[in-house]
């Protein structure tokens, strides 16, 4: 590794250490029910690969290439290869609007696209695409050799990234390597003189829940990770539950998030704390003094949620709320904060994780001149300040010298600690000419027990024609909360000239936000008058309606005739769209429409009021049957050699003797060089043991086999009328299939999503998975297989590993006769030849054509 005292002149040295860490994984994502992990070598090799695709495009130095698609390992080489190549990467965010990189296009004549398998890409733009997903296939053919570096120094562009515009209209900020590596390196000296400990926990992993299309996410996604040999997690879903599963089962150190995801995350262990421990409030003021040690061991309960690895969350983006700091240390969590803007290269200040003033966005980075003006605008000037705008007219270069006015209202206390008052553009100066900051409202409003989450705009009324006044806008934890108490007690912490005297209920479960959670506080103004003006041609019950939890689903109608398949998506659509969890069981227990709005309905208010308990008003309740069991002992050492063992010495003795069996297609299986998903026609009990008997023992001997998860449960939790000889004989079985076979549940009623999830994490350990898709044995007389479950198409689609269909001959005959011994050749076990489908494929449409195979076996 190079010492962080030479000079670096371009980002691309940092390749160079990429190389160095070898097979140490830098990347991880989850794809469908799998994690896709890049290794450092490997990740710079394919930038090499990459720069040499643009170079054969044609692409010159300095020509413009949108990137626009969710943060992934490919969106990082993608990057690195523009960096390689010279030319100009523009970041876009997933969720831009068509019509937004449309006029990007225009304004940068990009000559090519990145582009996520999520994006659905207009012809209008008729532009070359370089799908991400597929960007290994593309560049496979190139060379990965040393790619020289022509013409590239510390003043060529890296890349032009649009602001979000919660204040103005967005604007192409010019980005070198002079004003990235400005920011880099003192972060480089700062973590040499702490690389040493390192080691005790090496690897560091960070998720990063922040945008790559965001400077901040870059920062802290791409390049700072790597000092430490770090791995960066990348997320598919803000939902707090999920975000702490994944912090808990990838071992995560380090979370980088915005304010509004740690004030969600923080919401999440208030409603879900253990009340039996006291009240949350009471453990927390009793913490308030308490040595850091000390409060670690007093909320060890839920950093046993987080896993015992994390220790940290890194906030940036926005202003962190100080109720949310405060909760935070106080569980025994380290919380960072950094300040910049997109024209610093992210940022200007950052806190020390062990010398920190209470409350401070922390102190100016070396390499930064500061001062603040007359107004207490903050304004700087240093080598990471962006070259200049990139605008429809044309590219506007700053001088190197030149002041920089951030549009940020600061304060600085004698350690020369910086505090954030407010956005010059939001003070809202008083008709007595007094200057009132919306955050310091704000702060005071968010600290209030009936309200969720506040925000507080000029407010001019709805024709703009009285003097400004502050208007805060609420966002109640419930529908009987009452503002009005809120906003008094809210005053008794201001000054009379900053009181509160007109506010707004906002209907909606969340404000309008940019891609880093920002409020939008020109749209909520907006949304206000606009109501307003309409309000009079409104009833007032029509006023207060929300919107249906199925308003968006085209036929909601027909959720009483959908599948299993079907209501999985739809679950996961629901989830999706309102950031909720909803529990499975009771989500399959619902039949009508008007359940699964209730349902709906009681998860989001449970999220808004930040109760404990389940919604009073909702009709569902979670069905009472115990979990499905997913043992880990039984992967474990001595059970997996007990395994090998049984399977030598009783399966495959008695599974030849009765069967007499023949095995055809084996040579397909020659070329599997990894996990698989066996798919088999379900006849006998003896099924899965004949199945093992005729892999080959590489397969055989690393399989999990997919069993009906009611058995199973039923089994383990017998009913409580069963008697103790019941029990045991019950026990006994869940015991013996376990270990002999390596099943796992995979229920016909609920709890789909686990099970998938389960299969996922079997094929990223190596393991080959065998499921039976006609989801129950054939019936006695039965010659022929049942129709395929689409659920099998699901799981083929995200495990996304080849396919082998596995045709079982001669049973059915078996059955019919109920002949427990074969004559010789009349039971055979046939291979076909494994296939990966398009992921573009619909599931049903896999299934169905899984079982033509099968059937012309």
């Known amino acids: 590794m190079q010492s962080p005292s030479v000079t670096r002149r371009t980002l691309a040295t940092y390749l160079d250490d990429y190389l160095q860490r070898g097979d140490e994984i830098v990347f991880v994502q989850r794809r469908g029910l799998r994690y896709v992990r890049w290794p450092y070598r490997q990740l710079a090799l394919a930038a090499r690969r990459t720069a040499r695709e643009l170079g054969s495009r044609g692409i010159a130095k300095g020509e413009r290439i949108l990137l626009w698609g969710e943060s992934s390992p490919e969106w990082v080489i993608a990057f690195w290869g523009c960096v390689l190549r010279g030319a100009v990467a523009v970041p876009l965010d997933k969720d831009s609007t068509d019509e ?20 659905s890409v207009p012809e209008r733009l008729d532009i070359p695409l370089l799908v991400l997903d597929k960007l290994s296939e593309s560049i496979a053919s190139h060379s990965a050799e040393p790619y020289p570096l022509e013409g590239i120094d510390e003043n060529t562009l890296v890349e032009i990234i649009f602001t979000s515009g919660t204040t103005s209209t967005p604007k192409g900020v010019l980005l070198t390597h002079r004003n990235l590596l400005a920011n880099l390196l003192p972060l480089e000296t700062e973590i040499a003189k702490y690389i040493k400990w390192e ?3 090496h690897p560091v992993r960070f998720l990063n829940l922040v945008p790559l299309s965001h400077v901040f996410g870059q920062f802290m996604g791409v390049f700072v990770p790597q000092l430490l040999g770090g791995e960066v997690h990348f997320h598919d879903t803000l939902k707090p539950a999920a975000i702490v599963r994944r912090t808990r089962e990838s071992r995560i150190s380090v979370i980088i998030l915005v304010p509004r995801m740690l004030d969600s995350l ?50 940036g983006g926005a202003t962190l709320d100080e109720r949310t700091e405060k909760f ?53 000037r240093g080598a990471s300040v962006s070259a ?15 002041w920089l006015h951030t549009g ?63 208007l805060a806008v609420l966002i109640l934890r419930d529908s009987v909360a009452n503002a009005a108490a809120a906003i008094e007690h809210a005053n008794q912490s201001l000054a009379e000239y900053q009181w509160i005297r007109r506010w707004h209920v906002w209907r909606e479960p969340d404000f309008p936000r940019t891609a880093t959670h920002k ?34 689903i085209p036929d909601p109608s027909s959720f009483s005739s959908l599948d299993s398949l079907g209501r999985i998506e739809l679950l996961s659509a629901l989830e999706e769209r309102y950031q909720i969890e909803i529990d499975e069981a009771a989500f399959t227990a619902a039949t009508t429409v008007e359940d699964i709005e209730r349902l709906v309905r009681g998860e989001l208010l449970s999220e808004v009021a930040g109760s404990a308990g389940p919604n009073p008003k909702s009709e569902i309740r979670n069905p009472k049957f115990p979990p499905y069991p997913y043992p880990k002992w039984s992967r474990r050492f001595p059970i997996t050699w007990l395994r090998i063992l049984l399977f030598y010495t009783l399966i495959v003795p008695i599974t030849r003797v009765m069967s007499r069996m023949r095995v055809e297609g084996v040579h397909y299986l020659d070329h599997l060089t990894g996990p698989a998903l066996f798919v088999a026609n379900h006849v006998t009990l003896a099924d899965q043991a004949l199945i093992l008997a005729a892999l080959p023992a590489r397969l055989g001997h690393r399989l999990a086999i997919a069993m009906e998860g009611e058995r199973l449960r039923d089994w383990l939790h017998p009913p409580a009328s069963a008697r103790w000889f019941m029990r045991l004989r019950l026990l006994a079985q869940y015991l013996l299939v376990t270990t002999f076979f390596n099943v796992f549940p995979l229920p016909k009623q609920s709890g789909f999503r686990r099970a998938f999830a389960y299969a996922g994490k079997c094929v990223d350990r190596g393991e080959s998975v065998q499921v039976f898709p006609e989801g129950e044995r054939a019936p006695r007389g039965q010659m ?62 896999i299934a169905e054509e899984l079982q033509h195979s099968l059937e012309a076996m």
């Not at 937004?100 to 696209?113: K, P, W």
């Not at 940020?408 to 000419?433: C, H, Q, S």
């Not at 689609?797 to 049973?811: D, F, M, R, W």
């Open 784 to 845: 022929h297989m049942s129709p395929f479950r689409p659920g099998i198409g699901l799981l083929a689609q995200e495990l996304n590993i080849p396919v082998v269909p596995v045709k079982l001959h001669g049973l059915y005959e078996l059955k019919q006769r109920q002949q427990y011994l074969a004559s010789r050749g009349m039971v055979s076990v046939v291979f076909g030849e494994p296939v990966k489908f398009d992921s573009h494929l619909q599931p049903a449409a």
């Open 328 to 380: 935070w240390r106080r569980l025994g969590f380290v919380v960072l904060q950094g300040y910049g803007m997109t024209e610093t290269a992210s940022l200007i200040t950052v806190t020390h994780p062990f010398k920190r003033g209470h409350g401070s966005i922390g102190k100016v980075m070396p390499g930064y001149e500061v001062k603040l003006d007359e107004s207490g605008e903050i304004i700087v």
């Open 408 to 470: 940020d209202i600061e304060a600085r206390d004698d350690a020369g600690n910086l505090y954030f008052k407010g956005r010059k553009g939001d003070v809202i100066v008083t008709a007595a000419g007094l200057n009132i900051y919306p955050e310091d409202l704000e702060a005071a409003l968010n600290r209030q027990p009936e309200l969720r989450t506040s925000c507080v705009i000029s407010w001019s009324g709805a024709n703009d024609t009285e003097p400004a006044a502050p």
């Open 100 to 119: 937004f990189v449309g006029a990007i296009q225009q304004q940068t004549n990009a000559r090519l696209m990145f582009v996520g398998r999520e994006i």
């Open 519 to 552: 409020i939008l506080k020109r749209e909520v103004a907006e949304k206000i008058k606009q109501e307003l003006k309409n309000e009079a041609g409104t009833t007032k019950a029509e006023a207060s309606d929300a919107e249906s939890p199925l308003s968006f």
């Open 266 to 315: 923080r919401e999440w262990v208030e409603r879900n704390h253990d009340a039996g421990l006291g009240t949350l409030e009471e453990r927390i003021a009793h913490a308030e003094h308490a040595h850091f040690l000390r409060r670690w061991w007093m909320f060890r309960d839920i950093h046993r949620q987080f896993g015992w690895r994390f220790w940290a969350f890194l906030s």
């Open 388 to 402: 200049g705008y990139w605008t429809a007219a044309g590219r506007i270069n700053r001088d190197q010298d030149e």
């Open 199 to 201: 080691r005790f926990f």
